[in-house]
């Protein structure tokens, strides 16, 4: 895939994944990614970040900064823990997610998409853009 990838002028993103049993593993990544082309590129998904960062597997900003290099972009979301759990695609700011820690990892060439769970209204969705662009900038 990475090759026909390559010969198209594509770039395929491989995404941390929230539960700890998938693959791969999160200290996994940087050799995972250090094997395959260049144009394969690491997809931070700030909510599963955070969520195992919780549980005590990761340091969500140490994981980051390991993968920086290699980094095209976010599925930018927060997470609230409540009683009855962990819940992730929660409108940035609402939740625990430190983004101005995550800032100095954000470039303008990073894709940034905002991954909010359905039904989620439509104020909310414009109060997380604006958020977001308060504390990582225009970009």
Request: proline share 6%.
């Amino acid at each position: 895939l990475a090759k026909e990838a390559t010969q198209r002028g594509l770039r395929l993103g491989i995404e941390n994944r929230e539960a700890v049993e998938e693959i791969p593993f999160d200290h996994e990544l940087p050799d995972f990614l250090e094997r395959l082309p260049e144009n394969v590129r690491y997809w931070h998904d700030c909510g599963h970040a955070q969520i195992k960062d919780n549980l005590g597997f990761i340091h969500h900003a140490m994981h980051l900064e390991g993968l920086a290099l290699r980094l095209a972009g976010f599925h930018v979301h927060d997470v609230i823990a409540d009683a009855e759990g962990q819940h992730d695609h929660c409108p940035p700011g609402t939740g625990m997610i430190d983004f101005k820690g995550l800032k100095c990892f954000v470039e303008p060439g990073h894709i940034k998409v905002i991954e909010l769970s359905p039904g989620i209204p439509a104020d909310d969705v414009r109060r997380s853009f604006q958020f977001i662009k308060s504390v990582w900038g225009e970009e």
